[in-house]
């Protein structure tokens, strides 16, 4: 006789990482593993963990332990998580098994993260997400220099970012052969991928819908505490994307360092966030306001935003309408141009990072295809 669904054990699933920077490959991966069980416990690692095994990480712990915990597919998170995979850890937690994206993740010594749970029998494989990783974006903040944050006019008007061409280097035109990781991103998401990271859920009548918009470029914990209090203001919430063109006008030539369908993925990844206006105007307009949904209020940081092209404040008609409300930035919050700061100011540190990072890739890819041609010769042999 069968046990019925609603009375059988839960399965629940064990994901650690380092989740620095966190983007939509790491977002994949957790609801790729979700969709394994029911439950989903994440271990993140120490600085420190990371720091002797890896190198350097840009976000801090108690920043990467909070943007794990904003992901809607994360059900519970383990701060302080060991590097090494450890059976006894799993076990501490009640993880059935343990899941891993297909590239290969090594200790300082070389040797497998997760070898110990693969001899298990505790160990699921999802697909790693293609074209993104910490160490590109990273790569692709490393092409810019510290002058090319330094803006020209007022903060109030259209300001445009001072760039030197010759600094900018291959950043506008695609990796490079000795760096071929570093690029602008060209990634496009199919419509499936978008459904998969959306809820699809509209709101209910008599919910009161709220409104915020922006950039949301290097997804970080200073965008999901705004979001986090805008959605405090009502029962849905829907976020206004810039696209790469308007962001690239208002502020300058180095922005966005992700492209539209990267920041779009990264929020809908957010619990806070019910849906999205895929490449919504800089300046909140009727349409906006009425021909989605009927927004009720308009919400925006205490910060001052920058005017749009013609010179107008981009939120006028919500102010004009007494449906725009500012909330408090949170004190010392991160920011995407504080990011680009702590790889600027240790530009040399992140340098030789990236340079471990992209050996050690070689390294594996060339184990990989040994291993891939001494099983094709042991096939071919079996075969004779």
């Given at each position: 006789?069968?046990?019925?669904?609603?009375?059988?054990?839960?399965?629940?699933?064990?994901?650690?990482?380092?989740?620095?920077?966190?983007?939509?490959?790491?977002?994949?991966?957790?609801?790729?593993?979700?969709?394994?069980?029911?439950?989903?416990?994440?271990?993140?690692?120490?600085?420190?963990?990371?720091?002797?095994?890896?190198?350097?990480?840009?976000?801090?712990?108690?920043?990467?332990?909070?943007?794990?915990?904003?992901?809607?597919?994360?059900?519970?998170?383990?701060?302080?998580?060991?590097?090494?995979?450890?059976?006894?850890?799993?076990?501490?937690?009640?993880?059935?098994?343990?899941?891993?994206?297909?590239?290969?993740?090594?200790?300082?010594?070389?040797?497998?993260?997760?070898?110990?749970?693969?001899?298990?029998?505790?160990?699921?494989?999802?697909?790693?997400?293609?074209?993104?990783?910490?160490?590109?974006?990273?790569?692709?903040?490393?092409?810019?220099?510290?002058?090319?944050?330094?803006?020209?006019g007022s903060i109030t008007g259209a300001s445009i970012t001072s760039v030197n061409t010759a600094e900018v280097g291959t950043f506008s035109?695609?990796?490079?052969?000795?760096?071929?990781?570093?690029?602008?991103?060209?990634?496009?998401?199919?419509?499936?991928?978008?459904?998969?990271f959306s809820e699809g859920r509209e709101p209910n009548a008599g919910d009161k819908v709220v409104y915020v918009d922006g950039t949301f470029?290097?997804?970080?914990?200073?965008?999901?505490?705004?979001?986090?209090?805008?959605?405090?203001?009502?029962?849905?919430?829907?976020?206004?994307?810039?696209?790469?063109?308007?962001?690239?006008?208002?502020?300058?030539?180095?922005?966005?360092?992700?492209?539209?369908?990267?920041?779009?993925?990264?929020?809908?990844?957010?619990?806070?966030?019910?849906?999205?206006?895929?490449?919504?105007?800089?300046?909140?307009?009727?349409?906006?306001?009425?021909?989605?949904?009927?927004?009720?209020?308009?919400?925006?940081?205490?910060?001052?935003?920058?005017?749009?092209?013609?010179?107008?404040?981009?939120?006028?008609?919500?102010?004009?309408?007494?449906?725009?409300?500012?909330?408090?930035?949170?004190?010392?919050?991160?920011?995407?141009?504080?990011?680009?700061?702590?790889?600027?100011?240790?530009?040399?540190?992140?340098?030789?990072?990236?340079?471990?990072?992209?050996?050690?890739?070689?390294?594996?890819?060339?184990?990989?295809?040994?291993?891939?041609?001494?099983?094709?010769?042991?096939?071919?042999?079996?075969?004779?």
């Amino acid at each position: 006789m069968s046990v019925s669904a609603d009375k059988r054990k839960p399965i629940r699933i064990w994901v650690d990482g380092c989740f620095d920077l966190m983007h939509f490959g790491h977002f994949n991966a957790l609801r790729q593993a979700k969709a394994m069980g029911d439950y989903l416990v994440v271990g993140v690692h120490s600085d420190a963990e990371i720091e002797h095994h890896k190198g350097p990480t840009v976000m801090k712990e108690d920043e990467r332990y909070a943007a794990v915990a904003a992901c809607k597919w994360v059900d519970e998170v383990v701060p302080n998580a060991p590097y090494l995979t450890s059976l006894e850890w799993m076990d501490k937690y009640n993880c059935d098994f343990c899941v891993h994206g297909d590239d290969i993740t090594t200790m300082a010594d070389g040797t497998d993260c997760y070898q110990v749970v693969k001899d298990a029998g505790r160990y699921r494989e999802c697909k790693r997400t293609q074209d993104i990783s910490t160490t590109e974006l990273v790569g692709r903040m490393l092409l810019m220099t510290k002058d090319h944050h330094k803006r020209r006019g007022s903060i109030t008007g259209a300001s445009i970012t001072s760039v030197n061409t010759a600094e900018v280097g291959t950043f506008s035109t695609g990796g490079s052969k000795s760096k071929p990781d570093t690029k602008v991103s060209h990634f496009l998401p199919t419509s499936r991928k978008i459904v998969q990271f959306s809820e699809g859920r509209e709101p209910n009548a008599g919910d009161k819908v709220v409104y915020v918009d922006g950039t949301f470029d290097l997804f970080h914990t200073g965008h999901i505490e705004f979001l986090k209090r805008a959605k405090q203001m009502g029962d849905y919430l829907l976020v206004g994307i810039h696209d790469d063109q308007t962001v690239n006008a208002i502020k300058g030539v180095n922005y966005p360092l992700m492209n539209l369908h990267e920041r779009v993925l990264s929020v809908l990844a957010c619990r806070y966030v019910d849906e999205v206006v895929i490449g919504a105007p800089y300046s909140v307009s009727d349409q906006v306001l009425e021909k989605v949904y009927k927004v009720d209020v308009v919400v925006h940081g205490n910060t001052p935003s920058l005017d749009d092209t013609d010179g107008k404040d981009p939120y006028l008609l919500a102010k004009e309408r007494n449906i725009y409300v500012e909330i408090d930035n949170p004190q010392n919050s991160v920011t995407t141009e504080s990011i680009i700061e702590r790889i600027i100011t240790h530009r040399k540190l992140f340098e030789e990072r990236q340079r471990r990072k992209e050996q050690k890739a070689l390294l594996e890819r060339e184990a990989e295809k040994a291993e891939k041609a001494a099983a094709a010769a042991a096939a071919a042999a079996g075969a004779q």
